[in-house]
């Protein structure tokens, strides 16, 4: 069942980022799947860019140990995460329209809109993407993973099947391989860094007003090291098929 949160009648200033970038220009729903440390940070930029819309799909409550690396108050533990999310982005962005699914997103995971994948789940985002794959209202998708001091942006449109072919061969391992290659304490917490947190969504929400602005510069694939500080990125394009006469040259030169 959605939680409907009611709109203010206060309005955010945009005029530092208006001439920038508009978001009310396009009518886009966002859909942020898992609103822990990736996606309440996420939640946070979104709100701040001035989307009009917003879907929240999450079943978990913050925990104290959340509130190091998420965006989570301390008043906030015991709440659920999809409400106190919420609350933070109404607190910033007044006239936002927000919707609340505390039970996750279900079955058959259908997107109308932009999907951003937040959930700590590979499993389940593979079946999302599978789900949408030819939805034709299925704009986008955002994928963030994270480890402790690195961390990975994964983009691909809903038109262009290329970019969701190299999505989904990104994802080939397991949940429980994914788990078991994320550092944890001596108590099995997942180790996490909210610098890295911040750099990653920070690239991604970029990356994403890039492509809604039509700019052929985005990227599909970004990688962050916050131990090294490097950040690589790329733009995943299908290769050429090779034309006969470089088919004979290449044989010719191999003789």
């Known amino acids: 069942m959605a939680m409907n949160i009611m709109e203010a009648m206060e309005c955010m200033d945009r005029s530092k980022i208006l001439e920038f ?6 009518n886009y729903a966002y859909h942020v799947i898992g609103c822990g440390a990736i996606g309440s940070h996420v939640c946070e930029e979104l709100a701040r860019i001035g989307v009009p819309e917003v879907h929240l799909y999450d079943f978990d ?13 301390f008043d906030d533990i015991g709440d659920s995460k999809v409400h106190a999310c919420a609350m933070a982005m109404k607190a910033i962005n007044p006239d936002m329209k927000i919707h ?7 079955e058959p995971y259908v997107i109308n809109g932009i999907c951003i994948l937040c959930v700590d789940n590979i499993d ?30 994964y983009f691909a449109t809903g038109n262009n099947q290329f970019e969701k072919d190299t999505l989904l061969a990104t994802m080939d391992f397991t949940h429980e391989e994914a788990h078991a290659a994320t ?45 090294t500080f490097t950040i690589d990125a790329f733009k995943a394009k299908p290769r050429k098929p090779k034309t006969f006469v470089e088919s004979v040259n290449i044989k010719t030169a191999q003789r």
């Open 100 to 106: 609340g699914h505390l039970k996750g997103l279900q």
């Open 21 to 26: 970038f508009d978001a009310t220009k396009y």
């Open 124 to 153: 389940l985002r593979k079946k999302i993407v599978k789900a949408n794959y030819y939805n034709p209202y299925c704009k986008a998708f955002l994928d963030f993973r994270m480890r402790l001091t690195d961390a990975q942006h």
């Open 183 to 227: 550092p944890q304490s001596a108590c099995g917490v997942e180790l996490s860094v909210v610098y890295t947190v911040k750099a990653i969504t920070a690239f991604g929400i970029a990356n994403m007003v890039k492509w809604l602005q039509g700019r052929e510069n985005y990227k599909t694939m970004a990688i962050v090291n916050m131990d």
């Open 61 to 73: 409550t913050v925990n104290s140990h959340n509130i190091t690396n998420q965006m989570f108050k």
